[in-house]
């Protein structure tokens, strides 16, 4: 009796392109999983299966899960990372390029909800994310850095010490997320005029950010 002709053998050899495109698309993926049933759901044999490679190729592009969710988390905050350095483009006004900073990012999150929910809160399904892993990654420091350095650029000649800079940053920070958790996190609210609301809200805080300094 002849033996059954063995299964067609995955192609090895891939370009350049090739690679790139199938590693953005294992973190698309990794990403759809991720917001729909969890960090759990995300398997490294679930991600084989969808593509069809063998558990070596995936390998070769993250050695472990961990390595995979922090290459996830570097991709979303590139991402604001890259929208938020376009913006002083637009403008050389200091407070202009800040406002459109704050605006950014707080439009980036908005249009993600499901992304906000599973990073800065627990997800509410049983399966949280654990704390966020951005291995050797600069960029979480890198977007800090972004926002230290447009605000002390609107200090219009005052020299401020790095713990004002950051201490305005933190003010920042927390008035954002208090309005994205508000809008999306307690979503059965119904606001008045949410879109004044932001507005005032983006307005308030470049006046707390001057009078900060």
């Known amino acids: 009796m002849s033996e059954a002709a063995p299964d067609k053998p995955e192609r090895l050899r891939r ?4 690679m790139a495109r199938l590693r953005q698309d294992i973190l698309a993926h990794a990403l759809d999983v991720f917001l729909r049933k969890g960090h759990e759901a995300v398997s490294i044999r679930g991600i084989t299966e969808h593509f069809g490679i063998a558990p070596a190729t995936f390998y ?5 899960k961990k390595a995979l969710m922090a290459c ?4 979303v905050f ?9 913006v002083s483009q637009a ?3 200091p407070l ?3 406002e459109a900073h704050i605006e950014v990012g707080i439009s980036h999150w908005e249009s993600q909800p499901s992304l906000y929910r599973f990073i800065f809160m627990s997800g509410g399904d049983g399966h949280s994310a654990g704390p966020i892993d951005f291995g050797d990654d600069p960029i979480y ?8 350095e447009r605000i002390a650029a609107c200090a219009k000649g005052k020299v401020l010490t790095e713990s004002q800079v950051r201490m305005i940053q933190d003010l920042l920070w927390v008035k954002m997320l208090g309005y994205l958790h508000a809008t999306i996190a307690l979503g059965h609210h119904t606001f008045t005029d949410k879109v004044r609301m932001r507005r005032l809200l983006i307005e308030q805080m470049l006046r707390d950010a001057v009078d900060a300094m």
């Open 141 to 148: 420091e890198q977007l800090l850095c972004l926002g230290r």
């Open 60 to 64: 070769g592009y993250f050695p472990t």
């Open 96 to 98: 202009k390029v800040l």
């Open 72 to 75: 996830l988390w570097v991709h």
């Open 78 to 86: 590139r991402e604001l990372f890259d929208k938020q350095l376009r």
């Open 91 to 93: 403008s050389r006004q």
């Open 15 to 18: 370009t350049v392109a090739e």
